[in-house]
């Protein structure tokens, strides 16, 4: 019995939580490392375009629960979701009309495109703290848990309790959704083969016929999409603050890098290495430890490597790992 309550407080507090923020962190990392496969430079206004997004998302769902709409027992989020993506589709082609746009014309070095995106981070960042503010959000509404601790005991008998939020559940199967349909358009269609000729030989790809314009605004929104959902659900899971959103673009890049930078694949598993690294890292495994171990084993402090204030130096010491012993990434991204 002790050793089933070791595991029940595993997932509940470890690989649930995990799974969850991994699966946020690949849908992020996945817009990066497609700008950077198509249109060759970092985009460091990622992690404030996600937050405009789910900003327009708040919005919206503000207006909906005012007019009294509902999801029943799911987040009213979830139907504000299509008009957030397309103000952050808007927001993002405009952006690129009246400032990517040129330097690609003027065929500007990458690192030009990274401080121009730099401008644009701090332009969204700005923009969203303007509208909505500084301040922290919560706005998942419907039922809290598919299931609660007092249920899970009740079915179980174990002294030690499983929660699973709603949130939870709707960040893992949104982004199967999301991935599965995103692969499929990208193996399977003409745009998205077009897509991936362009990003494997840019003058081939021009001497074949692709417009390369498409190719671009395809991207883009394709990119608001993803940066849209990944933040909704990191908000609807946790909290929107737009400083927040600002600090995840580090432990996005590390989760695009850790898998190989232009490599969708790579960005998928990336998210999730860094995601339980994460976890792991910064949990107290006093509880767990305590029920797997022998009694005259038992830990009498809190057995916590880093505090959670300290979760995104994991990110980052991951980061500078592999850009030292393996820069392409685990799936042979682009060289960074």
């Not at 005012?66 to 993002?92: D, Q």
């Not at 960005?267 to 009694?295: H, M, N, Q, R």
Request: include cysteine; proline fraction near 4%.
């Amino acid at each position: 019995m002790d050793l089933l309550n070791a595991i029940v407080t595993l997932s509940n507090f470890v690989l649930i939580p995990a799974i969850a923020y991994g699966a946020q962190l690949a849908l992020g990392a996945l817009g990066v490392t497609l700008i950077y496969g198509i249109l060759r430079f970092s985009n460091f206004a990622h992690g404030d375009t996600m937050a405009f997004g789910t900003m327009a998302t708040i919005l919206f769902t503000w207006v909906l629960q005012s007019a009294g709409v509902s999801f029943g027992p799911l987040p009213t989020a979830l139907l504000a979701l299509p008009v957030g993506i397309g103000v952050c589709m808007l927001a993002v082609l405009a952006t690129d009309r009246t400032v990517y746009k040129f330097y690609r014309e003027v065929k500007a070095k990458p690192i030009i495109l990274v401080m121009a995106s730099l401008g644009v981070m701090f332009i969204f960042n700005g923009l969203v703290r303007f509208i909505i503010g500084p301040d922290d959000y919560r706005f998942a509404d419907g039922e809290r848990f598919i299931i609660t601790v007092p249920q899970f005991r009740e079915m179980t008998g174990l002294a030690e309790g499983l929660a699973i939020r709603t949130t939870q559940g709707i960040t893992v199967i949104t982004a199967v959704i999301v991935v599965a349909i995103l692969f499929w358009f990208l193996n399977r269609t003409r745009t998205g083969k077009s897509m991936r000729a362009y990003s494997d030989n840019e003058d081939l790809a021009l001497l074949s016929g692709i417009n390369p314009e498409r190719v671009v605004m395809v991207t883009w929104l394709i990119v608001a999409t993803l940066a849209t959902v990944a933040g909704v659900l990191y908000g609807l899971d946790k909290s929107f603050k737009a400083f927040t959103y600002f600090q995840l673009l580090l432990p996005i890049f590390a989760a695009a890098i850790v898998g190989g930078l232009g490599s969708p694949v790579g960005a998928i598993a990336g998210g999730f290495v860094i995601a339980f690294s994460e976890v792991f890292v910064t949990y107290a495994w006093k509880k767990v430890l305590t029920y797997a171990l022998p009694d005259s084993m038992a830990p009498s402090g809190l057995v916590q490597l880093l505090s959670t204030d300290y979760k995104f130096a994991v990110s980052f010491a991951i980061l500078l790992i592999v850009l030292l012993f393996k820069p392409t990434g685990l799936f042979k991204g682009k060289s960074v």
